[in-house]
Structure formats: C-alpha cells, structure tokens
C-alpha cells in the first residue's frame, strides 16, 4: 500500500509516495520512483539513506510547522502533510502553505565567511543568502521562501552558534 504525503520546502510542492514491502522501500516524487535503505542510527533522530547507490547521513526532527533535516551540511525545513488533510485544507479554501520567511539561522555552530545580501533587499526561495564556514566546509544558507531582508544579525568572520539567527524578515 503507497501512503502519500505532500511535501514543502524552498517555496516549492512536492507529492510524495512511500511504499514498503517487506524490507524494501520505494519513495515517489512527482512520478518518479525511486529505491531507498533507509537506516535509524542509535535509536535517535539520526538515519543513514542509500539511494541512487550514494549513501547519505541525516538527522530528522520535529518542528512546529513539520520537519527539520539536516543534511549535507545545510537545514531543510520541510512542512509535511499526509494525503487527507492536503486536500481538506485546499478543499476549505486553504490553498497552498504560506512560504514567507521570517529568519535565517545557523544551521550548525561556524563562521560568517560572506554575506551577499543587503537589508532591504527581496529574496526568493533558494536564494543565497550568506556563506558560513562549519567543520572546515563551506555552506551557503539558502532562502526557504520569499522575503524582504529587515536585519542582518552578524557580520563576516563572526563566529556563530547553532540556531542562532542571522538575518530577519520583514
């Protein structure tokens, strides 16, 4: 049996269907199928992912809104809704899940090595908004939805902790 969830993050939808039969477990996204090993580590929120062949580690939690995951070195926050309630909330005239940042923060603890934006600036989904050095890699902070920047709450070569905002939005 396929359960589907509709996914959002970076201001885009994604239909998500996972099925498992047996040991094996397959995810499809917009029609397209993929085969996954998915692994919890140490009982916690931690997973190790195979797919395509690549393996992948990651750690998952629980947010307000739905998820945090945290992978290749950046933070993804992923608003997640099983099949039923999407269609009640668009069937009540919920339309889509409003993508409007409001802060950035640091995903990890690290240093600000460049900002490239300005405040007053507008950004949208995916955008860049600064570089942060984190266990000797660089990691550009994208924009997870659409914003005009208010503050920019560090400054390059500024150390910073982890969850710790960096920009707001107006």
């Known amino acids: 049996m396929v359960k589907v ?10 239909e998500v269907g996972v099925e498992k039969a047996g040991s094996k477990t397959s995810v499809t996204v917009d029609g ?6 998915l692994a919890r580590l140490n009982g916690s929120g931690a997973f190790s992912i195979l797919l395509d ?3 992948f580690d990651l750690e998952v939690k629980e947010s307000e809104k739905g998820l945090l995951v ?4 950046q933070q993804f926050d992923l608003i ?14 919920g339309g889509k899940t409003a993508a409007r940042e409001k ?3 640091a995903p990890m603890p690290g240093l600000i090595v460049k900002i490239e934006v300005a405040v007053g600036q507008v950004v949208e989904p995916g955008q860049g908004l600064l570089i942060m050095e984190a266990m000797k890699m660089e990691n550009e902070i994208k924009a997870k ?8 709450k560090v400054a390059e070569r500024q150390p910073v902790e982890q969850n710790q905002v960096l920009i707001t939005f107006e």
């Open 103 to 105: 802060e950035a923060r």
């Open 32 to 37: 397209k199928k993929r085969f996954v090993d």
């Open 53 to 55: 062949g690549r393996s």
């Open 70 to 73: 945290f992978a290749l070195g």
């Open 5 to 14: 969830y509709h996914l959002e993050f970076g201001g885009q939808s994604y």
């Open 80 to 93: 997640v809704e099983e099949e039923r309630a999407y269609r009640a909330r668009l069937a009540s005239g």
């Open 145 to 152: 939805g659409t914003g005009k920047v208010k503050e920019i």
